[in-house]
């Protein structure tokens, strides 16, 4: 069965700080899924990585995955307040690309000015 | 709009009580997926149809749960006999076959008292 684990669960940072936020995933997987929400919210697609080494950047956001080590990282550079929301990461269920998706806990992330 | 819709987007019963969930998923998408997201937690995977046939169930897909997507395009959800461990979030998701980029509707939420 696999599992997905985020760390850290909670982190609350400084406007203008980076930080990075891990997802380890148990079984192999062929692709990582990032998504974000805001409280209240539904599920806003953030960044699909489809291969070992893949990276993906939007604004201050950065992903990359290493499928041989189980191992996502989405990074925050310069971090501003509007970046404040919960940040999960999801791989598929059964490890291939048709599935359903295995979601991590999220990180509750919140940005102070 | 042409994203997911959900209705009704909020439901309030009573324990015992039979409801029924309705997805609305973006046009030209084939995949349809069903999750379960409880406070605090991420999103747990029901089931998904690709078209109009259901290809998985997970084990928390109780057999009080049923779904279907007769004609490949909407799908609903029931859930028979609620008990006030269904109280929860109850999130479609649609996404085209290969890439598997979910885009998740507003959710439905559940409350049985």
């Known amino acids: 069965e696999l599992k997905v684990e985020q760390n850290p669960l909670f982190l609350s940072m400084q406007e203008g700080k980076n930080y990075t936020i891990y997802c380890n995933y148990s079984?192999?997987?062929?692709?990582l899924y990032w998504y974000r929400q805001d409280p209240g919210k539904s599920l806003e697609s953030l960044f699909v990585?489809?291969?070992?080494?893949a990276v993906k950047q939007e604004g201050r956001l950065m992903a990359s995955l290493d499928t041989k080590a189980r191992l996502s990282t989405l990074h925050i550079t310069a971090a501003v307040h509007d970046l404040s929301a919960t940040y999960f990461c999801a791989a598929p269920y059964s490890g291939g690309g048709a599935d359903g998706l295995t979601f991590g806990k999220g990180t509750h992330l919140i940005i102070q000015p | 709009d042409t994203g997911v819709s959900q209705d009704p987007r909020h439901k309030i019963t009573k324990r015992g009580q039979n409801v029924t969930f309705r997805c609305d998923p973006i046009s030209e998408h084939n995949r349809l997926y069903w999750y379960r997201q409880t406070l605090g937690q991420g999103p747990e995977f029901l089931t998904y149809?690709?078209?109009?046939?259901?290809?998985?169930k997970s084990r928390l897909l109780s057999d009080r749960f049923s779904a279907e997507r007769p004609k490949g395009s909407f799908s609903t959800l029931e859930i028979q006999r609620t008990e006030q461990g269904d109280s929860a979030m109850y999130l479609c998701a649609s996404s085209l076959a290969w890439l598997n980029e979910q885009f998740f509707g507003p959710g439905t939420r559940l409350t049985v008292l």
């Open positions: 079984t192999t997987s062929d692709r």
């Open positions: 149809f690709q078209n109009e046939a259901q290809l998985e």
């Open positions: 990585l489809l291969s070992n080494g």
